[in-house]
Nanobody, 118 residues
Framework: QVHLVESGGGLVQAGGSLRLSCAASGRTDRILAMGWFRQAPGKERELVARMGWSNGEPYYADSVKGRFSISREMARYTVNLQMNSLEFEDTAVYYC???????????WGQGTQVTVSS
């Protein structure tokens, strides 16, 4: 099992910034990727950003390109999401996740609320 603990999030005005962090513990060997999904009320969960753990290759949803930046701290098994120029539409619960070789399912954090006021 991989245990994920998120921090950050909160309330911010449109145009502001927030930083999310997610630390993995447990069976962190063979982690393939870590990243963030989000889910707004009444909408499906969507992938926001991910990073390949060994190669550091990032992926961003079109809706956040140029505004969000994902990074990793390998020694601490931590992934960070810097969110700039936040928009009302970014309001959602953000979930950290991890993919691990040999596991069919993703591992999930508990979720952290991000609220952007317009």
């Amino acid at each position: 099992q991989v245990h994920l603990v998120e921090s950050g999030g909160g309330l911010v005005q449109a145009g502001g910034s927030l930083r999310l962090s997610c630390a993995a513990s447990g069976r962190t060997d063979r982690i393939l990727a870590m990243g963030w999904f989000r889910q707004a009320p009444g909408k499906e969960r969507e992938l926001v950003a991910r990073m390949g753990w060994s190669n550091g290759e990032p992926y961003y949803a079109d809706s956040v390109k140029g505004r969000f930046s994902i990074s990793r701290e390998m020694a601490r098994y931590t992934v960070n999401l810097q969110m700039n120029s936040l928009e009302f539409e970014d309001t959602a619960v953000y979930y950290c996740y991890a993919d691990r070789l040999g596991s069919d399912n993703k591992f999930w954090g508990q979720g952290t609320q991000v609220t952007v006021s317009s």
